[in-house]
């Protein structure tokens, strides 16, 4: 009876070890993506979009587009194609790769470049417009300038090193268009030239509010002492805008302006040389707090900790739903914070497994949702709802260090995890990131190394990104601060994003066992610095 006994035990533990993992086989059903791709003239990293499998490269000006040549290339492992090293694309539209194993999957490989084109004239007031699809660009001066004796300055119509003809020191008259034609590498533009007088001396281009910021740009004359002023609606009174807010480039001038009164209504003009433009009104926008940030609500379901109130809107979320299927959570409250108020959270990596199988799961903590866990692995999707545009985010931290001793398998991960194996004895790195971005949905997590899906802070979705890292144990709590790089000040987010993790990698299930994050009290700060 005794031997029945335990051969029903060993069975049952076999059923709830199959539970766990049977999701987790990578069945003939693979999903082939691009990890990885680089063209010669590439500036910066492919935004390679998994959802739509589309992939973006930002070339140089001076790459031509007919002739772009691939010089790295990473694809899901046993992924068969065309495409490879030293291959030569046509990218002067979408260019289609079919990636093959058990199934066909098309990716779409485009190009997107930025021409910097210039047209400067004498008396020009504020910067050109130019009409690419129709090859036009109109430059204006004043209403005294002649348009029989102008002088151009500077022109660019194509990349660097294109021919224009003729020699553009020859056009003077400009009571007419002037055509030009401007040649570069087996590519013909003919572009055509206008100059129109305006009555403006100094335009008020524009005024973008934030909350604490506005960001005002005027036109005007080249040379001419450029500015802006101010006032609220409800005092009427001008104040002068600090010239050393004001950038100047030739005609065009723009100001950066902190320190103002959130939802509140002004007024602003440009000026150049005592002369003002049109008068602008602007709102700034509310000081939206991050909600949940203090982190002290808390609540348990089961082995679960959940970092909101019971009952309460859901804002954060942490992987324990994945942990605890074979351990404990690992993420959790604590009453340790950083002035003895409240809770704060401790997010600890380590090893869940039974019977010796499982994976390593980093301590973490999100803005966002954890959906499910389909084997061993986590999806999750960062991100809430969020249009207000801060300018840091501020938290507590202290942090404990580890040496990393656990690895993605070298059996299932594919090529680009095997980097990590030179991790292995270092010291491992905390991860503390936001990012505004305008998805229209939130970002889709999916750790499976055969459909692996994770957040890329060069998406071209991200409008302002700032993240702090660190692989040193600091014992006490400390103060971070993290000021946003905006990559386009004029648009506009819909999702927020904060994420922390105990090891900088979890998501390639790369860390060390114990490395400790202690975060508290986030918030946002919508103002600059002088």
């Given at each position: 009876?005794r031997r029945?006994?335990?051969?029903?035990?060993?069975?049952?533990?076999?059923?709830?070890?199959?539970?766990?993992?049977?999701?987790?086989?990578?069945?003939?059903?693979?999903?082939l993506?691009?990890?990885?791709?680089?063209?010669e003239?590439?500036?910066?990293?492919?935004?390679i979009?998994?959802?739509t499998?589309?992939?973006?490269?930002?070339?140089?000006e001076?790459?031509?587009?007919k002739?772009?040549?691939?010089?790295?290339?990473e694809?899901?492992?046993?992924?068969?194609?065309?495409?490879?090293?030293?291959?030569v694309l046509?990218l002067?539209?979408p260019?289609?790769?079919t990636?093959?194993?058990?199934?066909d999957?098309e990716w779409?490989?485009?190009?997107?470049?930025t021409?910097?084109?210039?047209?400067?004239?004498n008396?020009?007031?504020?910067?050109?417009?130019?009409?690419?699809e129709?090859?036009?660009?109109?430059?204006?001066?004043?209403?005294?300038?002649?348009?029989?004796t102008?002088?151009?300055?500077?022109l660019?119509?194509?990349?660097?090193?294109?021919?224009?003809?003729?020699d553009?020191?020859?056009?003077?008259?400009?009571?007419?268009?002037?055509?030009?034609?401007?040649?570069y590498?087996?590519?013909?533009?003919?572009?055509?030239?206008?100059?129109?007088?305006?009555s403006?001396?100094?335009?008020?281009?524009?005024?973008?509010?934030w909350?604490?910021?506005?960001?005002?740009?005027?036109?005007?004359k080249?040379?001419?002492?450029?500015?802006f002023e101010i006032?609220?609606?409800?005092?009427?009174?001008?104040k002068?805008?600090?010239?050393?807010?004001?950038?100047?480039?030739?005609?065009?001038?723009t100001?950066?302006?902190?320190?103002?009164?959130?939802?509140t209504?002004?007024?602003?003009?440009?000026?150049?040389?005592?002369?003002?433009?049109?008068?602008?009104?602007?709102?700034?926008?509310?000081?939206?707090v991050?909600?949940?940030g203090?982190?002290?609500?808390?609540?348990?379901?089961?082995?679960?900790w959940?970092?909101?109130?019971?009952?309460?809107?859901?804002?954060?979320?942490?992987?324990?739903?994945?942990a605890?299927?074979m351990?404990?959570?690992?993420?959790?409250?604590?009453?340790?914070?950083?002035?003895?108020?409240?809770?704060?959270?401790?997010?600890?990596s380590?090893?869940?497994?039974f019977?010796?199988?499982?994976?390593?799961?980093?301590?973490?903590?999100?803005?966002?949702?954890?959906?499910g866990?389909l084997?061993?692995?986590?999806?999750l999707?960062?991100?809430?709802?969020?249009?207000?545009r801060p300018?840091?985010?501020?938290?507590?931290?202290?942090?404990?260090?580890?040496?990393?001793d656990?690895?993605?398998?070298?059996?299932?991960?594919?090529?680009?995890?095997?980097?990590?194996?030179?991790?292995?004895?270092k010291?491992?790195?905390?991860?503390?990131?936001?990012?505004?971005?305008?998805?229209?949905?939130?970002?889709g997590?999916?750790?499976?190394y055969?459909?692996?899906?994770?957040?890329?802070?060069?998406?071209?979705?991200?409008?302002?990104?700032?993240?702090?890292?660190t692989?040193?144990?600091?014992?006490?709590?400390?103060?971070?601060?993290?000021?946003?790089?905006?990559?386009?000040?004029?648009?506009?987010?819909k999702?927020?994003?904060v994420?922390?993790?105990?090891?900088?990698?979890?998501d390639?299930?790369?860390?060390?066992?114990?490395?400790?994050?202690?975060?508290?009290d986030?918030?946002?700060?919508y103002?600059?610095?002088?």
């Amino acid at each position: 009876m005794r031997r029945i006994y335990i051969n029903g035990l060993m069975v049952g533990m076999m059923l709830l070890i199959t539970s766990c993992i049977e999701n987790d086989i990578d069945y003939p059903v693979v999903k082939l993506q691009f990890l990885d791709i680089v063209v010669e003239g590439q500036s910066g990293n492919a935004i390679i979009n998994t959802e739509t499998n589309t992939i973006t490269l930002n070339l140089d000006e001076t790459v031509n587009l007919k002739k772009v040549k691939v010089t790295k290339l990473e694809l899901t492992e046993g992924a068969k194609t065309d495409l490879a090293v030293n291959s030569v694309l046509d990218l002067t539209k979408p260019r289609k790769v079919t990636l093959s194993l058990y199934q066909d999957y098309e990716w779409t490989i485009v190009a997107r470049q930025t021409i910097e084109r210039r047209f400067v004239v004498n008396d020009q007031i504020g910067e050109p417009i130019f009409d690419v699809e129709n090859r036009l660009v109109v430059a204006y001066v004043t209403t005294s300038t002649s348009l029989r004796t102008i002088q151009i300055e500077d022109l660019k119509l194509g990349p660097e090193g294109c021919t224009m003809a003729p020699d553009y020191s020859a056009l003077h008259d400009f009571m007419s268009g002037q055509t030009v034609t401007v040649s570069y590498h087996d590519i013909t533009e003919v572009w055509t030239l206008y100059v129109s007088p305006t009555s403006d001396d100094v335009v008020t281009s524009s005024a973008d509010a934030w909350t604490n910021v506005v960001w005002l740009s005027g036109q005007g004359k080249k040379g001419a002492v450029f500015g802006f002023e101010i006032s609220e609606v409800s005092t009427g009174e001008w104040k002068t805008v600090d010239e050393a807010y004001i950038t100047v480039n030739g005609g065009t001038f723009t100001a950066r302006v902190p320190h103002l009164k959130a939802s509140t209504a002004y007024n602003c003009r440009a000026v150049a040389n005592d002369k003002y433009g049109e008068i602008l009104t602007f709102t700034t926008g509310e000081a939206v707090v991050l909600p949940g940030g203090s982190l002290d609500n808390w609540h348990q379901v089961d082995k679960v900790w959940n970092p909101w109130a019971e009952n309460g809107e859901q804002i954060w979320d942490t992987g324990n739903k994945g942990a605890t299927k074979m351990g404990d959570s690992n993420s959790v409250p604590t009453s340790e914070t950083w002035n003895g108020k409240g809770q704060a959270a401790k997010l600890s990596s380590k090893f869940v497994s039974f019977a010796g199988l499982g994976k390593f799961a980093a301590g973490n903590l999100y803005v966002g949702k954890y959906l499910g866990t389909l084997g061993t692995n986590g999806k999750l999707e960062f991100g809430k709802p969020f249009t207000a545009r801060p300018t840091k985010l501020k938290a507590y931290y202290k942090y404990t260090t580890a040496p990393i001793d656990n690895l993605p398998s070298e059996k299932n991960a594919p090529l680009d995890y095997k980097r990590f194996v030179s991790y292995k004895g270092k010291p491992d790195t905390c991860a503390i990131y936001i990012a505004l971005g305008d998805w229209d949905s939130p970002v889709g997590v999916y750790t499976k190394y055969s459909e692996r899906k994770l957040f890329d802070k060069n998406d071209s979705h991200v409008i302002a990104y700032a993240e702090f890292n660190t692989g040193r144990t600091v014992s006490e709590y400390q103060k971070l601060e993290l000021e946003l790089e905006y990559r386009a000040v004029n648009r506009k987010p819909k999702y927020l994003l904060v994420v922390c993790s105990a090891s900088k990698y979890g998501d390639y299930f790369t860390g060390g066992e114990g490395a400790t994050l202690w975060v508290d009290d986030f918030s946002l700060e919508y103002d600059y610095d002088d």
